[in-house]
């Protein structure tokens, strides 16, 4: 389920759920108002710190150590989750302009999940080694010096050899600041997307990008909720 900007809420088989990288300033947008078992955080940025507007009291996790780390969690619905804390850059000078950044890696459902944060370089040999390939990549798009770019998001994607990648943090009216939009992106399995939800069951046979444009903001609701009984 896409929240906006970098943020993603993911929905496990068994109802568990995690929310990556809610936004708190910057993005004119207000982050919904959701329950969660987990939140991740990529870096200590305002607009993917918001772990404080998440309710139902979650186990909020941020890499603190610049060495890779893991955390093993389980959730109210007894689920236990691994997951690794890969330190990056969100720059292409080692952090020495924006600072560092983590790249989560987790699996859900038997689907292998990297959430890239504000990662702002191509990945090193160690980094493809640690986080292994992976079945679907979220990365940003936005460039400008801060991200990766339309055109490093694919050599990322082709790194980590990802079924499907999802482009996120990407110049919106919302997100202004931001260089490119996410109409830059040219691949010819890209998939533009009518709804913020979507389910993955099974991956494509061939590499696709799925794409939420900046419409998909305004069906996001302000509150999401959930149905306990399902």
Not at 59 to 83: A, D, G, P, Y
Not at 84 to 98: R, Y
Not at 162 to 178: A, D, E, L, Q
Request: proline letters at 6%; hydrophobic letters at 35%; aromatic letters at 10%.
């Amino acid at each position: 389920m896409y929240l906006g900007h970098s943020s993603i809420l993911i929905i496990t088989r068994k109802g568990s759920r995690i929310v990556i990288d809610p936004y708190n300033l910057k993005v004119n947008r207000k982050f919904p108002s959701l329950e969660a078992d987990i939140v991740l955080i990529s870096h200590d940025h305002p607009d993917h710190n918001g772990g404080f507007l998440v309710k139902g009291n979650p186990k909020i996790l941020r890499r603190t150590s610049n060495f890779l780390s893991s955390f093993e969690i389980k959730t109210q619905k007894n689920e236990t989750i691994e997951f690794l804390a890969i330190p990056t850059f969100h720059d292409s000078f080692e952090g020495k302009k924006f600072g560092p950044n983590t790249i989560w890696v987790f699996n859900i459902d038997g689907i292998r999940v990297s959430h890239c944060g504000d990662l702002g370089h191509t990945l090193k040999e160690n980094h493809i080694k640690e986080i292994g390939i992976v079945d679907v990549m979220i990365a940003p798009v936005g460039g400008g010096g801060y991200t990766l770019g339309p055109k490093e998001f694919l050599v990322v994607m082709e790194q980590l050899k990802s079924m499907i990648s999802i482009p996120i943090h990407y110049k919106t009216s919302f997100t202004t600041w931001i260089s490119s939009s996410v109409d830059e992106i040219n691949y010819p399995g890209k998939e533009i997307f009518q709804d913020y939800e979507i389910t993955i069951q099974t991956l494509p046979q061939l590499p696709k990008i799925f794409v939420f444009p900046e419409e998909i903001w305004n069906k996001i609701p302000n509150e999401i909720t959930f149905d306990e009984t399902s």
